[in-house]
């Protein structure tokens, strides 16, 4: 009974059952939270495993699967707009995320100027770009204005 009881201890940080979900999903869900758990009891069973609480290994699953999730390209609907919308704005071209600019040989910590200021007449550099469209960009003002405003 050990073992149940401490499954369902983990379970319960996490209630993911509803009255309006279907029986089916209902039992989907439950086997994916018990094959979590399951992992978590086997991560520590390694033989030097990071302290982490379920919370966090919950997490770091979540963010390793959409880091290697690839979206199918599905045919589109009705007809193309008139305007092109760059894709940096599309919310089918997504995971745009920050990151440092990588360090070369010459520059430990490169620098480079940000598009949104340098539009703007302003000099100014940073050292964080999208990592998608490797352009540098201040964070988080420029980053967001840049991926959401068509002329900014």
């Known amino acids: 009974m050990g073992g149940v009881d401490r499954h369902d201890q983990f379970l319960a ?19 994916v939270d018990i094959a979590i ?5 086997l991560y520590f ?6 302290k ?14 959409l880091y290697n999730l690839s979206l199918p ?20 071209h997504w995971a745009h995320f920050p990151e440092h600019i990588p360090s070369t040989e010459k520059k430990k910590i490169p620098t480079k100027r940000c598009r949104v200021c340098l539009k703007h007449n302003i000099r100014s550099e940073t050292t964080w770009q999208c990592k998608k469209c490797l352009v540098a960009l201040h964070v988080p ?12």
């Open 13 to 31: 940080s996490f209630p993911l059952m509803r009255k309006s979900v279907k029986g089916y999903k209902k039992m989907f869900f439950y086997m």
């Open 37 to 41: 758990c399951n992992a978590y009891v």
């Open 45 to 50: 069973k390694l033989p030097n495993p990071t």
């Open 52 to 65: 982490q609480s379920i919370v966090n290994f919950r997490l770091n699953i979540a963010e390793d699967m």
């Open 73 to 92: 390209n599905y045919p589109t609907r009705g007809r193309p707009s008139q305007n092109e919308c760059p894709t940096r704005l599309q919310a089918k």
């Open 141 to 152: 003002k420029c980053f967001e204005i840049f991926h959401t405003i068509q002329n900014y």
